[in-house]
Each structure stands twice: as C-alpha cells, then as structure tokens.
C-alpha cells in the first residue's frame, strides 16, 4: 500500500473525530449567544435533551417516582459548597474562622445555610455567579470571608459529591497516599489535612502546568505541604514504588490509599456546565471508558496488600461507572475486592450501583451485546468504538453472577438528593499482593533533568542559611541538629532560570519577561550577576524546602522514574547576592531551631496592634526589644495562636522629619497576618 493510500485512510479515519469537535465547539458558542441573549432553547439542545432524558431513563438510574425531581434538579445551578481544614496544624486558624461563619450567620439570618453531612461542610444559597456577583450585601460579606478563608487555607471550596471519595476511605495519619488524576487539587487537599508523621501523598497530573496549579493550591496549607510530592506521568504509567527501586521494599509494597477520580464525560457535572446539554450523545460515554478502565487497573496494580482505592467519576453514565468495576474485578483473578459502603456516612442519600444497564450506538438503537455492535450493518467505525467490558457479564461467564451481587455496594449520587452535583465512587481493596511489576514502561522515564532534583541540604549551604541568619558557631550546630536534617534543596529554580525551558516557582512559562522601566537596568545587570554565582556555586540552591522523612524517601528512591514538580514547604529562598531570605510558608517549623534573639516574642496585644497596623498598611514602628535583623513574631503570653509565626525584618527609612528610624517590614501577605488575628480571636 503507497504511503498516499496509507494518508487517505488516516485522514478519512479521523476526519469524524474533527468533526465531531467543530460541532461541539460551535455549540458552546451557541450556548454562550444563547445565555447573553436569553435565545430560546435551540434545536441540538431540544435533541439531546431528548436523548440525555430515554438514555438515563432506560439504565434506570433512579425509580421512575424521581425522575422529573431528578431532571429538575440538573436544570437548576449549582449551590456553592464548601469545607473547613481538617488539618491539626491549622486548628487555631481554623477556629477564628468558624467563629466568623457563626457571626456571619447571625448577621443574615436570612441567609439560610446548610450544613452538609460530609467533611464538615456547608451549603450557600447562591450559585457561582450570583456569589461572584456580589450584588447585595450579604454575598459581597459572605464572598470577602470565602476567599480570605480558602487563601490561607482555613476553608476549602468544593463541591458535596467531590469530597466523597477521600471521606470514604477513612485515611490515617500514618497512610501513604495517592491521587492519580489530582488537578485541581481539592481531593488531595483533603488527603493532605488527615496525614501525619510517616504519612505522604503522592499527587499526579499529566500537565506540568496543571501540576504548578495544585501545588500552589497545597501550599496554603503551610507545614503541611512538607508531606507532598506533586509529580507529573500519564497516570496509566505511574512508576511502581517497588519497581521504581524503594529500598525498603519490603515494608513500603504500595500505595495504603488511592484516589482514581478518572477523566469522565462529566453529565453528572451539566449543572456547573450546562452547555453539555447542546451537544450529549450516546458516543460521550465510549469514548473513555477503554481510558478509564486502564487508569483504574494500574491503580489498582499500585495498591499494597490491605490497601483500598476509591474509583470515581462525576458521570451518571453505566459504561464509565460499573462496567468498568466489573472489567476490573474480571481481570483482577480474585486480587481485588468490592467494599460495600452502605454503612459509611449514614446520613448522605445515596442510590445503590446497578446490576444491569443497556448500551446504545448514536440513533439511540439497543445493541444487547458486544456481538451484535460488530454486524456488518454496524459502520466500521462505529464498530472500532465498542469494547466487550461495556456490557455487563452474561451469567455464562466465570464468576459473572458474583460479581454481579456485589455490584449494589457501589455508591450513586444522585443530584436531586441533597441539590449536588452527580457522581459515582467505587470502594476497592487489594486483597493479595501485586505481580511484581515488569521493567517500567520506558516513556514513563525521564532524564533527571526533566524533573526537579530534591537533595539533602549541604553543609556549605547550611552555613549559608544560618550566616543569612546572622547566627553564631554555637547557634548554626542547634540550628543544623533540629532542623538541618529535613532541609532539603530545590535544584531546579536555578536551572530553569539560567537554562530556560521549563517553569518558575509560580508556574508560568519561561521567556514571558516583566515589563521594567528604563532605571532597573542596574538592578538587572546586579541579578544577572547573581544567577552567574548561584549558576557557579553547585552547593547554593536557590530554594530550600522542608520534606518529611516519607516524602523524601519516596523521592530519593523513586527518582529515576518520578517526575517532580514541586515538593515539601518552602523555608528559604536565596536572591541575587547571596543571602537567603525566610519564607512563611515554613515559618514555624524554624521557631525551636532560632536562637531567643531572632524571635521576637511580644504581648498579645502589642502583637495584635501590630498586624492590624500591617493589614491596613501603616507603618510599622520597631517593637520593643527587638534587633535589627530578619525574626519570628509571636505572642508571649500562651493565648490561643501563641505559636503562629510570622516572619519580618527590620529595616532603616527617612520619615517626614528628616529622621531615620528603624521600621517592621513583615514579609507575609495580608491574608496570612489575618488569619494569624483570626486564630488569636481579634
């Protein structure tokens, strides 16, 4: 066959898929004419109304008695929910918060909340835009606490049906964590506010950017990112831990907890985007679950003896949801079993998973089996679509009817149940270990230059750090014997700022330059000079993080296979010149490592003064006491939030008068000083 034939076919071959996306692109763009025009409903939005309402009604997803209560309820938009933080660390701040919420209630009794039986949320009356509106008093207060709230970490916003998964697998502390298909990152929020000491989470996304995005979501929640490693793979290829090379093989076997939220149509979501309406069709559901099915099996694969996997989509569809269970267990050979989940969150309705479900080619035509889509009558391309693991097993296949009774223990959310989103979860646990896993898959390898490189931090650098810290010989050894040995350094700053091609520490692409008036070129000139010496010193990194002794682990013996983008808190980060400056994110894990004199603590309410002064942007005199240095703030005298610290430094300005007097300059935003106030109760 010529290679023209060979291009003919290819492009005749994908020529529906182009199509099929010009269609759906041009309905969104209806959809959005639609909604500034208030057009009325469209003829593709009437047809696949019609279709969406006899496919659902055959798989009978709910009873006949609640399906206009059902449709009714995808029609209306979403209430905004959300959750507070969970996480130990985060208690103090955490309560200043609720204590605001209370108040807030009370201001607008009107207001009518509603807590939610999952995570310790709540629900909002309003939906997206009408909270983003801000058109009355009560969402513009209510909005202005929402966002200092999730800023700092104190609250998550989330929807209902997203924090599921993670409450159903009742993580511990000392758990290592995995979530596959991570971004944006509230599951692995949620991951990451129950774990504790030896506990880590592993969170995954196939895009770097995506990946920069979680990892800045995480970092609100301060110390607690030191027990993260964001990496990024195709999650079907994520690296084994024994095959990736753990040297503690034997007692680290995989993974004690999986979050597979997999990529999914996304119907049981219409509500937040409703232009899904325009263009549902049957094909919608194919399309993915062959994808679907291979993610769920290589995190199943991942799982340790004992551990349990929460299997997710926010679809209502039977062939992304229980055909893909039932391929898993057919192929699992008894490794794996069906958690039944009944008993867990009582007070959250639910619909049991189905036993039965029918699979329809684009006319909305029954096929009662893999057989009969595979007719010549079938198109050949419509025949490439379907896969046998969409049916549900015939009772001649081994095992079919058990696996079929177990079936019901999945978990179906159904929108009109508690005004949510919809959504599908799956609890699977390993029983028996896994195969031990063939040589990775090459494409899953990288060179180390591909991903961020995470080393113990040298003693060279250590004495950086604390000469940073003006801290003396004695000083710098109680400095390395609590601290030095979870600091760790950050290698790729500086080779992506010298070498190019890969991200800064926000995420955004190299090569966008700032714009910068004509009288910084000096400044340029003297930061280009401190590349060139960090570029020079191999042992300067230009950040330092703090990880836990399980995340650097993971890292250190993964490295070959994972992929990092980013990894633990930051503590430190080094500027042009030479001189490490703290960061907040660490801050308070470097209070019992800093001599009395670099931590300024200070009564409660001068304390209190200060920050307020800080927060409305006056000037900060020097406090009493204090040297003229970088330093730790804090409270002296044990009320709630005495330990929250806040990193400042001292620094020389010409008032009005003439005079140079010694100010307080603190180094923390705005939102994080009024968290500090929210958690001291001022």
Request: charged letters at 20%.
């Amino acid at each position: 066959m010529g290679v023209d034939t060979k291009l003919a076919k290819r492009k005749k071959r994908h020529t529906p898929t182009h199509a099929t996306r010009r269609r759906q692109m041009a309905a969104r763009q209806l959809a959005e004419a639609a909604e500034h025009t208030h057009q009325a409903p469209l003829a593709d939005e009437v047809h696949s109304t019609a279709a969406f309402e006899a496919y659902y009604k055959a798989q009978g997803i709910v009873p006949p008695s609640e399906w206009d209560a059902l449709l009714a309820a995808l029609h209306r938009p979403l209430p905004v929910t959300f959750r507070f933080s969970a996480y130990p660390g985060s208690a103090r701040t955490v309560s200043g918060y609720r204590e605001q919420w209370r108040q807030l209630r009370e201001s607008f009794p009107g207001c009518h909340t509603t807590p939610l039986p999952v995570a310790g949320a709540w629900q909002l009356p309003y939906d997206r835009a009408t909270l983003s509106a801000r058109e009355s008093t009560v969402t513009r207060e209510i909005h202005k606490w929402l966002g200092g709230a999730c800023a700092v970490g104190a609250a998550q916003r989330q929807e209902l049906v997203s924090m599921v998964p993670v409450a159903l697998l009742d993580v511990q502390p000392h758990h290592l964590c995995l979530d596959c298909c991570a971004s944006p990152g509230s599951k692995t929020t949620q991951l990451l506010e129950l774990v504790s000491g030896a506990g880590a989470v592993v969170a995954n996304d196939m895009k770097p950017v995506r990946a920069f995005t979680l990892s800045k979501r995480c970092r609100a929640l301060g110390l607690a990112s030191s027990r993260l490693a964001v990496v990024t793979h195709r999650a079907q290829a994520l690296p084994s831990l024994i095959g990736a090379g753990c040297g503690d093989g034997a007692a680290r076997r995989g993974y004690d907890r999986i979050v597979c939220d997999v990529p999914c149509t996304g119907d049981g979501a219409i509500r937040k985007a409703p232009e899904l309406w325009r263009y549902w069709s049957p094909h919608l559901g194919r399309q993915l679950h062959s994808l679907q099915l291979q993610l769920a099996l290589r995190a199943a694969h991942l799982l340790a003896p004992g551990g349990v996997m929460a299997y997710s989509t926010c679809s209502l569809n039977p062939l992304e949801n229980e055909a893909v269970v039932v391929a898993l267990l057919q192929r699992s050979s008894g490794e794996l079993e069906l958690l039944p989940t009944a008993h867990l969150l009582p007070e959250l309705q639910r619909r049991p998973g189905l036993t039965t479900w029918a699979v329809f080619d684009d006319r909305m035509r029954r096929l009662h089996s893999f057989g009969q889509s595979q007719r010549k009558r079938v198109s050949k391309g419509l025949r490439r679509c379907f896969r046998a693991t969409m049916w549900p097993p015939a009772g001649s296949a081994e095992g079919a009817d058990a696996i079929l009774s177990v079936l019901p223990r999945c978990m179906r959310l159904v929108p009109h149940l508690h005004d949510s989103g919809g959504f599908f979860v799956a609890l699977i646990r390993r029983c028996t270990p896994a195969p031990r896993p063939p040589r990775a898959p090459s494409r899953a390898l990288s060179p180390p230059s591909a991903g961020r490189q995470y080393r113990p931090v040298s003693p060279e650098a250590c004495r950086m750090l604390t000469s940073s810290l003006g801290l003396s010989a004695a000083e710098h050894h109680t400095f390395v014997r609590v601290i030095g040995r979870r600091l760790h350094a950050d290698d790729s700053h500086a080779v992506a700022r010298i070498g190019g091609g890969g991200y800064d520490d926000d995420g955004d692409e190299d090569g966008a330059l700032d714009e910068k008036d004509d009288d910084d070129e000096h400044e340029q000139e003297h930061e280009h000079e401190g590349e060139e010496r960090m570029a020079a010193e191999p042992h300067a990194p230009r950040t330092i993080v703090v990880l836990s002794e399980t995340t650097a682990a993971v890292l250190a013996d993964a490295r070959p296979a994972f992929r990092p983008v980013c990894a633990g808190a930051r503590v430190f980060v080094r500027f042009p010149g030479g001189k490490y400056q703290l960061v907040q994110d660490g801050a308070a894990l470097l209070l019992p490592a800093l001599p009395p004199r670099c931590v300024a603590k200070l009564p409660w309410a001068e304390l209190v003064a200060v920050l307020q002064c800080h927060v409305r942007g006056e000037a900060l005199g020097l406090p009493r006491g204090l040297q003229e240095s970088v330093c730790l703030l804090g409270s002296d005298d044990g009320r709630e939030g005495s330990d929250e610290a806040l990193v400042a430094c001292c620094v020389s300005a010409v008032e009005a008068d003439g005079q140079t007097r010694a100010r307080l300059r603190l180094l923390a935003s705005k939102q994080q000083v009024s968290a500090v106030l929210a958690a001291m109760g001022a």
